[in-house]
């Protein structure tokens, strides 16, 4: 399973961007997906999880509104994308998936919101 995350760097507040997350290793459309964050000095947390089949969504009240997760089967990849982003999203951003009871994770991405 490999899970190689792209798409972080610098944006002032109130910029977007968007996540990416190739998949390996895996078949990709059987599984659900999630990105955590991880800021400066804090435990690393949930933010959005989209079932295999992409239909429902769910998100952490942090980002709810703000951030929409989607997946593309065809090319093995999530995708976050985050808007009207602030200080507080500043984190290391990582994709996630559980196979059979086992949770694999990224090297992830950092986004840094700084004017």
């Known amino acids: 399973v490999q899970l190689v995350e792209s798409g972080g760097g610098l944006v002032q507040p109130g910029g977007s961007l968007r996540l990416s997350c190739a998949a390996s290793g895996f078949t990709f459309s059987s599984y659900a997906m999630s990105w955590y964050r991880q800021a400066p000095g804090k435990e690393r947390e949930w933010v959005a999880r989209?079932?295999?089949?992409?239909?429902?969504?769910n998100y952490a009240d942090s980002v709810k509104d703000r951030f929409t997760i989607s997946r593309d089967n065809a090319k093995n990849t999530v995708y976050l994308q985050m808007n009207s982003l602030n200080a507080t999203d500043t984190a290391v951003y990582y994709c996630s998936t559980v196979i059979a009871g086992r949770r694999y994770w990224g090297q992830g991405t950092q986004v840094t919101v700084s004017s």
């Open positions: 989209i079932p295999n089949t992409g239909r429902v969504t």
